[in-house]
């Protein structure tokens, strides 16, 4: 019967192996399931009409009209609105 330290030796060394043999195969994958790869999705969402794309959606047009309204109360003649790399609409004064 082993012990809970030679287990955990024996888990950490299958361990070190697997990660050690993934960098000298051939296409550099291991598929043995422990750990799933990483793929960006590029496009449309899966499920565009979710509760959290529809209520995030919401908001980026709410707070973009409350940004415009705001500006345009606050803008002076010597101001312009610009939108920065975030997507916010900020006045900025000369």
């Known amino acids: 019967m082993m012990t809970?330290?030679?287990r955990i030796a024996v888990a950490t060394a299958v361990v070190t192996a697997l990660t050690a043999a993934?960098?000298?195969?051939?296409g550099g994958k291991l598929s043995v399931?422990?750990?799933?790869?990483?793929e960006a999705r590029i496009g449309r969402?899966?499920?565009?009409?979710?509760y959290?794309?529809?209520?995030?959606?919401?908001?980026?047009?709410?707070?973009?009209?409350?940004?415009?309204?705001?500006?345009a109360y606050a803008a002076t003649p010597g101001c312009v609105q610009v939108t920065n790399a975030y997507g916010q609409i900020v006045t900025r004064c000369n």
Do not use: C
């Open 4 to 6: 809970r330290a030679k």
């Open 22 to 26: 993934d960098g000298m195969l051939p």
């Open 33 to 38: 399931g422990l750990i799933s790869p990483a």
């Open 45 to 50: 969402p899966l499920t565009p009409m979710s």
């Open 52 to 71: 959290a794309g529809v209520a995030r959606r919401t908001t980026r047009r709410a707070v973009a009209v409350g940004a415009v309204a705001a500006g």
